[in-house]
């Protein structure tokens, strides 16, 4: 069965917030129905290519639907979010779902859409 507790979401969220300042991306972590990952990311200088500003990324998918930048992103992201820890036995034929946890990465909000920001170069001195 499906669980992700608060503990994990503090373990997890040490390498996805690594991700997203590699990125320079602006997001929020949270934990749904004590069973999903959830990392929304609000903003950044990645061109998603997104007509209403909000997307929920489809993590089976994440190579044959984004590219370039977007797509090192979101592969990179998911990694994290799945951490060490992440197992899936899961076998729809024989209705068995089995694994540590879900993931989800949503891009924007309907009432907050992702906002493209110029890139932000960080100069070490």
């Known amino acids: 069965m499906a669980y992700v507790s608060q503990t994990d979401k503090k373990e997890l969220s040490v390498g996805i917030k690594k991700v997203l300042k590699k990125y320079n ?11 999903t990952l959830v990392v929304n990311i609000q903003s950044g200088p990645i061109d998603f290519n997104m007509r209403d500003g ?46 540590s946890h879900y993931t989800d990465i ?11 920001v110029s890139k932000i170069y960080e100069f070490i001195a």
């Open 25 to 35: 991306m602006k997001g929020t972590i949270a934990v749904r129905h004590h069973s």
């Open 54 to 99: 909000h997307d929920q990324v489809n993590v089976y998918w994440i190579h044959e639907h984004y590219e370039g930048v977007a797509k090192q992103f979101l592969t990179e992201l998911l990694a994290e979010m799945k951490g060490t820890k992440y197992y899936n036995n899961d076998n729809a034929q024989f209705d068995h779902f089995d694994r």
């Open 106 to 116: 949503i891009i924007g909000k309907w009432n907050k859409p992702y906002k493209k």
